[in-house]
T-cell receptor, first 118, second 116 residues
Framework: AQTVTQSQPEMSVQEAETVTLSCTYD???????LFWYKQPPSRQMILVIR??????QNATENRFSVNFQKAAKSFSLKISDSQLGDAAMYFC???????????????FGKGTLLTVNP | ETGVTQTPRHLVMGMTNKKSLKCEQH?????MYWYKQSAKKPLELMFV???????ENNSVPSRFSPECPNSSHLFLHLHTLQPEDSALYLC???????????????FGPGTRLTVL
């Protein structure tokens, strides 16, 4: 079974600084997708960024980028120029690839609570 | 309204009550999901529907009863719950179940349920 581990229950960053959130996962499959979701106090889970395992290039979305290390099964999220609105719980998630059964299932980590200090 | 909406946002119920949670998606998606989010635990997938057919029941107790009357609406009927069922219940939808359409799940804001 796949597992997703977020080893940092809480992180804090100064506004305008950069922070990196860690995520590791365990899978025996070669085809899969990885996601970072953000859950602000409003509780709505919002997709931040996604990475296809077959792509070597790290995904980037504006101030958010990932460091995908497939061999190490590591998928960290870097937030640059942190803003107060970035404060939220961040969840790392895994989904098996399109060739696998039940590939709609997302496996989530326990989350990292990010605080942004003004 | 846009996206995925859920009502009510907060619900307090006794163990003998019957209540229902409602989810509506305005995205034209074909698949809908119920998740349970408890403190300090990963999100747990409860039920999955595709084109109004249930395709997943993740060993959820029968006191939780889902209903999907059409592809835009999803309900979770609650009956004789236990205090340990208190949690945030999230609804999500995706374009389809399989293939690229299942890639992104869009979540609602959740219902905070407290069982006394």
């Amino acid at each position: 079974a796949q597992t997703v581990t977020q080893s940092q229950p809480e992180m804090s960053v100064q506004e305008a600084e950069t922070v990196t959130l860690s995520c590791t996962y365990d899978t025996s499959e070669s085809d899969y997708y990885l996601f970072w979701y953000k859950q602000p106090p409003s509780r709505q889970m919002i997709l931040v960024i996604r990475q296809e395992a077959y792509k070597q290039q790290n995904a980037t979305e504006n101030r958010f980028s990932v460091n995908f290390q497939k061999a190490a099964k590591s998928f960290s999220l870097k937030i640059s120029d942190s803003q107060l609105g970035d404060a939220a719980m961040y969840f790392c998630a895994y989904r098996r690839g399109n060739s696998g059964g039940s590939n709609y299932k997302l496996t989530f980590g326990k989350g990292t609570l990010l605080t942004v200090n003004p | 309204e846009t996206g995925v909406t859920q009502t009510p946002r907060h619900l307090v119920m006794g163990m003998t009550n019957k209540k229902s949670l409602k989810c509506e998606q305005h995205l034209g998606h074909n698949a809908m999901y119920w998740y349970k989010q408890s403190a300090k635990k990963p999100l747990e997938l409860m039920f999955v529907y595709s084109l109004e057919e249930r395709v997943e029941n993740n060993s959820v107790p029968s006191r939780f009863s889902p209903e999907c009357p059409n592809s835009s609406h999803l309900f979770l009927h609650l009956h004789t719950l236990q205090p340990e069922d208190s949690a945030l219940y999230l609804c999500a939808s995706s374009q389809d179940l399989g293939g690229m359409g299942a890639d992104t799940q869009y979540f609602g804001p959740g219902t905070r349920l407290t069982v006394l």
